[in-house]
């Protein structure tokens, strides 16, 4: 059964920084792409990085380009978020996905998706 478990969320002030985790389990999260993305309140659910299987990150908000690292733990099948310099516009709920693909793809074909965890960023 595939489970995605999103933690590390939280209160941060403006320019902090912040680092996600995605615990994997009912696959192996080095086989196939992961993504995550953000619903911040009264928006649509939007993409933010993506990784494929091949380690390749991309990006879909332009807005967190410089500022947001996706990486992966193969060995413990877990992913991450890196948040840098945050703003008080990146307060969302994040969510980890995956679609079960070796390539990035969009929010419509996701199959399975964690509960999401809570940032906000607010001095």
């Known amino acids: 059964q595939v489970q995605l478990v999103e933690s590390g969320g939280g209160l941060v002030q403006p320019g902090g920084s912040l680092k996600l985790s995605c615990a994997a389990s009912g696959f192996t999260l080095n086989t196939y792409a992961i993504s995550w993305f953000r619903q911040a309140p009264g928006k649509e659910r939007e993409g933010v990085l993506c990784?494929?299987?091949?380690?390749?990150?991309?990006y879909y908000a332009d807005s967190v380009k410089e500022r947001f690292t996706i990486s992966r733990d193969n060995a413990n099948n877990m992913m991450y978020l890196q948040m840098n310099s945050l703003k008080p516009e990146d307060t969302a709920v994040y969510y980890c996905?995956?679609?079960?693909?070796?390539?990035?793809?969009?929010?419509?074909?996701?199959?399975?998706w964690g509960k999401g965890t809570l940032v906000t960023v607010s001095s």
């Open positions: 990784i494929n299987r091949y380690d390749r990150s991309t």
């Open positions: 996905a995956t679609a079960l693909k070796s390539v990035c793809s969009g929010r419509g074909e996701m199959n399975y």
